[in-house]
């Protein structure tokens, strides 16, 4: 970052290669449409940029990255409402048998509807507790909120979720 | 420990991110209490359905774009950055500025006083009105009254309306 503070724009290309499937995927996992996560993804590289001079590594920078894609996202969800679920592209497996991608393109559209169903900083929550990873502090962390909220906003969404996903939280 | 308290912990329970004494006094509640032992497996189940989920890939050329756009902020500085701040402009100027700015702002709200002040309507009444309270005879052109006889009902009438006015003069 230090590098990309003194204009290394090289530095900085090495760092958007690095770290682009994080952001992308907090971004698609939350917005479920390509088009803007990538907008969101791209704007968070480029607010990194712009910061690069201000930029004091006190936690790790994913948590950093996370935190502005997560900050970028919420306040997307605050202007905009979510899309209709049949408009979004499924994302495509690579499963062999065409009765396997449909039944992967089933629960695909399962979790993006009940995903959609909750509160935006709900739905973050879950992007990155169950979908990125990441443990409750880092959640609280990258949502700029204390661990406590964090465990808050799963236990609701968790109540929302299982009778929406029932079929697919069977053992 | 009670329910409420349970079921805040699970993720960080299943997860295994609590310390020894938490975990056991969870585990000491889950053995008693359905509920939340069920409450532990769906966590668990979206933990592992959240990690089957293909991740999508990452659009092509999505790095060199954000590299095409750092370039031309780079070369050109950002509307944001550019625009005019009054803020920044503040701390930028000058002191004799700050004391300018603020003598014209003076000098603006007292003129802005000044006028105000000598355009205020007064509480002056109609021309109409005026005249009438002066005169009533004048305004109202009573005047025709004026060859009544004395003690008549309309030298009565005179006297009523024109004694206010005569008492003010």
Redesign the interface.
């Known amino acids: 970052m230090r590098e990309v503070a003194e204009g290394d724009l090289d530095a900085f290309g090495q760092i958007v290669l690095r770290h682009q499937k994080l952001a992308w995927g907090i971004a698609y996992r939350f917005l479920g449409d390509q088009h803007e996560a990538e907008d969101i993804a791209q704007e968070a590289f480029l607010r990194i940029l712009d910061a690069a001079p201000r930029y004091k590594p006190t936690a790790a920078f994913t948590t950093y990255l996370s935190r502005i894609v997560t900050r970028l996202c919420l306040d997307h969800a605050q202007k905009n409402r979510p899309l209709p679920i049949d408009s979004r592209p499924v994302v495509q497996d690579m499963n062999p048998s065409a009765a396997e991608r449909m039944a992967v393109q089933d629960r695909d559209r399962a979790i993006r509807t009940a995903l959609d169903r909750l509160p935006p900083a709900q739905r973050m929550a879950v992007v990155l507790r169950y979908f990125g990873g990441l443990d409750c502090r880092s959640v609280a962390l990258a949502m700029d909120t204390t661990v406590k909220s964090v465990e808050r906003l799963l236990a609701r969404a968790r109540d929302t979720l299982e009778p929406l996903l029932a079929d697919h939280l069977k053992e | 420990m009670r329910c409420e308290k349970v ?6 329970y299943v ?1 295994g ?1 609590l310390p020894p004494r938490v975990i056991v006094a969870i585990e000491q509640h889950l053995k008693a209490c359905d509920g939340c032992r069920q ?1 532990a ?3 668990r ?3 592992a ?3 089957a ?4 890939p ?2 092509d050329g ?2 060199q ?3 095409a ?3 031309q ?2 070369a050109r500085p ?1 509307p944001a ?1 550019s625009s005019w701040n009054l803020a920044a402009w503040w701390r930028l100027v000058p002191a004799p500025m700050h004391a300018a700015a603020a003598a014209v702002l003076v000098i603006g709200l007292a003129v802005g006083l000044v006028m105000g002040w000598t355009t205020l309507p007064t509480n002056q009444v109609p021309p109409a009105q005026a005249t009438a309270q002066a005169n009533p005879l004048d305004a109202y052109n009573l005047d025709y009254l004026g060859d009544a006889p004395s003690g008549s009902l309309a030298d009565g009438y005179l006297a009523l309306v024109s004694s206010p006015a005569q008492e003010g003069k």
């Open positions: 079921r805040l912990k699970i993720d960080a997860s991110e409450a497996a769906v966590a189940r979206l933990i359905l959240g990690q989920l293909p991740t999508p990452v659009p999505f790095a774009r954000v590299q756009m750092a370039r902020r780079i950002t950055a």
